[in-house]
C-alpha cells in the first residue's frame, strides 16, 4: 500500500520559511517524479514544484521561484520543499504527490498539510 505522508506545515508570519516534508512508503521511490501541489480555497489545485527521479531536473511554478527550493533523499525516501520568505498567498494546503515515468498524471497523494501565511 503506497503512502504519502506530509509535514511541516502551519500558521507563520508573512516573510518567514517552513520546510515542508513527505515520507513515502509502499512504492519505489526512487522511481518517481515526485511533485509538490497547493490548493488555497475556492482555487483548483496547481503544481508548485517538481523533481526527476535523480533530482537532476527540477521545476518550478512562477510564483515560488527563487523563494521555494524542492529536493528528495533517495536513500530514506522523503521529498522536501524549503519555502522561505512566505507570503499571505502562500496559504493552502499543500500535497506531495508520486507519478511514474510511464504516467502523465500523479498516482498517488499525500493528505495534505496546511500552511497558513498572514500578513
Known amino acids: 500500500q503506497v503512502q504519502l505522508v506530509e509535514s511541516g506545515g502551519g500558521l507563520v508570519e508573512a516573510g518567514a520559511s517552513l520546510r515542508l516534508s513527505c515520507a513515502a512508503s509502499g512504492l519505489t521511490f526512487s522511481a518517481y517524479t515526485m511533485g509538490w501541489f497547493r490548493q488555497a480555497p475556492g482555487k483548483e489545485r496547481d503544481l508548485v514544484a517538481s523533481?526527476?527521479?535523480?533530482?537532476?531536473?527540477?521545476t518550478y511554478t512562477d510564483s515560488v521561484k527563487g523563494r521555494f527550493s524542492i529536493s528528495r533523499d533517495n536513500a530514506k525516501n522523503t521529498v522536501h520543499l524549503q519555502m522561505n520568505s512566505l507570503r499571505p498567498e502562500d496559504t493552502a494546503v499543500y500535497y506531495c504527490?508520486?507519478?511514474?515515468?510511464?504516467?502523465?498524471?500523479?498516482?498517488?497523494w499525500g493528505q495534505g498539510t496546511q500552511v497558513t501565511v498572514s500578513s
Open positions: 523533481i526527476s527521479r535523480s533530482g537532476g531536473y527540477i
Open positions: 504527490a508520486a507519478k511514474s515515468v510511464a504516467s502523465v498524471s500523479y498516482r498517488y
